[in-house]
């Protein structure tokens, strides 16, 4: 199993995103439903480690956020454009999420290939195969200011990343919320000057979905 944490993108922007890399000849454009915010890419692991792995999320207490797309860049060298790809505006409870996230995941032993460079939230858009720099470069120009609406997060999800013919597909294995801490003496909550709020009375709050390949 190929998983990794990250966050949903709503549907309406992400059908608003994608025709910025689709007309881009040479990019390989990510479709809307592949659309996310990576908050850790874990990497490949057996069906039991991804079991220690949900557990470990589950304890995860976090406060929900309001997030914008705003922006566009890439990720590349000199010689080659890699990644055309949306940030969002600046929001710290998304980067202590990230923190709190690999933290858990510090906690479960024997993780072969978990990625610790520094977290630089994204919505990738296209990756790039024959398209010329200077094309890229300049729909970055072009659209530089897009701005979606606010969203809430409100949840975070483990993924499963599937190879196919027509490129790598995204599904939601288990999503989390934090309302299974309500009723785990092991969880962890936040820390003073970390996640602000109590999660106990929020009514928003989902039940965390778990499947049984996990149990």
């Known amino acids: 199993m190929r998983l990794f944490v990250g966050v949903e993108i709503p549907a309406d922007i992400a059908a608003d995103l994608y025709p910025l890399a689709r007309g881009i000849k040479g990019l390989d454009a990510q479709t809307p439903q592949n659309m996310h915010i990576t ?19 589950s304890k995860l207490a976090f406060t929900p956020f309001d997030l914008r797309v705003q922006g566009l860049d890439v990720f590349g060298s000199a010689q080659k454009i890699r990644i055309f790809w949306a940030g969002v505006a600046e929001q710290p409870l998304l980067h202590q999420l990230a923190a709190r996230v690999e933290s858990a995941l510090r906690t479960v032993d024997d993780i072969p290939d978990i990625d610790m460079r520094k977290f630089t939230p994204h919505i990738t858009l ?8 200077a094309t890229v470069e300049q729909a970055v120009a072009d659209h530089g200011d897009i701005q979606s609406r606010s969203f809430t997060v409100d949840r975070f999800c483990l993924y499963e990343s599937n190879a196919t013919a027509d490129g790598p597909e995204f599904r939601v294995v288990a999503a989390y919320d934090g309302s299974d801490i309500q009723n785990n003496p092991n969880a962890t909550s936040p820390q003073s000057g970390d996640m602000p709020g109590d999660l106990s009375g929020d009514e928003n709050l989902f039940n965390a979905v778990r499947l049984e390949e996990f149990q």
């Open 126 to 133: 296209g990756r790039n195969r024959t398209a010329a720099r």
């Open 39 to 57: 908050l850790k890419f874990i990497g490949n692991v057996d069906p039991g480690l991804a079991g220690e792995i949900d557990q470990a999320l």
